[in-house]
């Protein structure tokens, strides 16, 4: 059965990069894991601005898809999760009057969202240490990437959601979250001479 990690956190906080080193540490440790890459980064590189929430059905059928071709690995990481694209949802609408349609996107986003969450077997946040820098990518600048923030985290707490919160540098974080899966890797702090 495949363990299913989700790092989650804003835009440009750096969850792809964690991503990145858990993928390469737990394969140096010999283990047998996929990784699948936010979708809404290839979407919006491909397509442009997302300027409607329905456009979030297509984000969570792509991420879906990525994460499903990870169940022949025993770990699969994400930095994204299938039930992100409600929580973008309900962030684009704001506090404004919502159509009708649009009520039903987001009630068809939530169900989504619900019945995915238990798909996951760990789900780490990556708080925001390291400031913003624009990527060319997002559309987003350092005030809403903190409202997203606070969206994904309000999210994970109204649904009492178990997750954990990572802090410190990029291989810090992968400590923690290897500890917590309970794997003993050799990692090399960056400042041993070879």
Same mark, same amino acid.
């Given at each position: 059965?495949?363990?299913?990690?989700? $790092?989650?956190?804003?835009?440009?906080?750096?969850?792809?990069?964690?991503?990145?080193?858990?993928?390469?540490?737990? #394969?140096? *440790?010999?283990?047998?894991?996929?990784?699948?890459?936010?979708y809404?980064?290839?979407?919006l590189?491909?397509?442009?601005? $997302?300027?409607? %929430?329905?456009?979030?059905?297509? %984000?969570?059928?792509?991420? /879906?898809?990525?994460?499903?071709?990870l169940?022949?690995? +025993?770990?699969?990481?994400? +930095?994204?999760a299938t039930?992100?694209?409600?929580?973008?949802?309900?962030?684009? &609408?704001?506090?404004?009057?919502?159509?009708?349609?649009?009520?039903? $996107? &987001?009630?068809? &986003?939530?169900? &989504?969202?619900? #019945? +995915? !969450?238990?798909?996951?077997?760990?789900?780490?946040?990556?708080?925001?240490?390291?400031g913003?820098?624009?990527?060319?990518?997002?559309?987003?600048?350092?005030?809403?990437?903190?409202?997203?923030?606070?969206? !994904?985290l309000? /999210?994970?707490?109204?649904?009492?959601?178990?997750y954990?919160?990572?802090?410190?540098?990029?291989?810090?974080?992968?400590?923690?979250?290897?500890?917590?899966?309970?794997? #003993? *890797?050799?990692?090399? +702090?960056?400042?041993?001479?070879?």
């Amino acid at each position: 059965m495949t363990v299913r990690v989700a $790092i989650l956190g804003g835009p440009r906080c750096g969850k792809t990069t964690l991503m990145q080193q858990l993928y390469v540490d737990m #394969k140096i *440790a010999g283990l047998n894991v996929g990784c699948a890459a936010e979708y809404s980064t290839d979407y919006l590189r491909e397509k442009g601005m $997302i300027e409607t %929430i329905s456009e979030q059905y297509g %984000i969570y059928l792509g991420q /879906f898809k990525l994460e499903a071709e990870l169940s022949v690995f +025993d770990y699969a990481l994400t +930095d994204y999760a299938t039930f992100v694209p409600y929580i973008y949802a309900r962030f684009m &609408l704001g506090d404004k009057t919502r159509t009708n349609k649009e009520i039903e $996107i &987001l009630k068809d &986003l939530y169900g &989504l969202a619900i #019945k +995915d !969450i238990q798909n996951y077997d760990h789900i780490f946040y990556v708080g925001r240490e390291f400031g913003y820098e624009k990527d060319g990518v997002r559309w987003q600048d350092e005030d809403i990437a903190i409202a997203v923030d606070n969206a !994904i985290l309000s /999210f994970l707490k109204t649904e009492a959601i178990s997750y954990t919160t990572l802090t410190g540098s990029t291989k810090e974080r992968a400590k923690q979250v290897l500890d917590i899966l309970n794997i #003993k *890797a050799e990692l090399k +702090d960056d400042t041993e001479s070879k």
